[in-house]
Nanobody, 123 residues
Framework: QVQLVESGGGLVQAGDTLRLSCAASGRTFGTWRIGWFRQAPGKEREFVAAINWSGTLTNYADSVKGRFTISTANAKNMVYLQMNSLKPEDTAVYYC????????????????WGQGTQVTVSS
């Protein structure tokens, strides 16, 4: 059974840096994609970034391009989200997600979600 555990959230000031970690377990992830999503109070969950397990293919939401970097550490079964130049509008619960590449979409029953980690950016 796939399990995802996020860590690294916290309270920071605008302009600060934070790194989120996602520990993945339960299977090998060579044919899976790992993503980060976030949900702010009163808003729908939104895509932030995604990566294939080998780390060769990434994509980002326009709102975080140039500030956030997603990466993998395959030997450790870890996925990271490096967040630089944080803004108050980045405040949200951040979720790690994983799905088989063949699923083609995050909105399926194949997607596994972590429990989330809170990121709060003060102005």
């Amino acid at each position: 059974q796939v399990q995802l555990v996020e860590s690294g959230g916290g309270l920071v000031q605008a302009g600060d840096t934070l790194r989120l970690s996602c520990a993945a377990s339960g299977r090998t992830f060579g044919t899976w994609r790992i993503g980060w999503f976030r949900q702010a109070p009163g808003k729908e969950r939104e895509f932030v970034a995604a990566i294939n397990w080998s780390g060769t293919l990434t994509n980002y939401a326009d709102s975080v391009k140039g500030r956030f970097t997603i990466s993998t550490a395959n030997a450790k079964n870890m996925v990271y989200l490096q967040m630089n130049s944080l803004k108050p509008e980045d405040t949200a619960v951040y979720y790690c997600a994983a799905r088989p590449y063949a699923a083609r979409s995050w909105d399926t029953e194949s997607t596994v979600w972590g429990q989330g980690t809170q990121v709060t950016v003060s102005s």
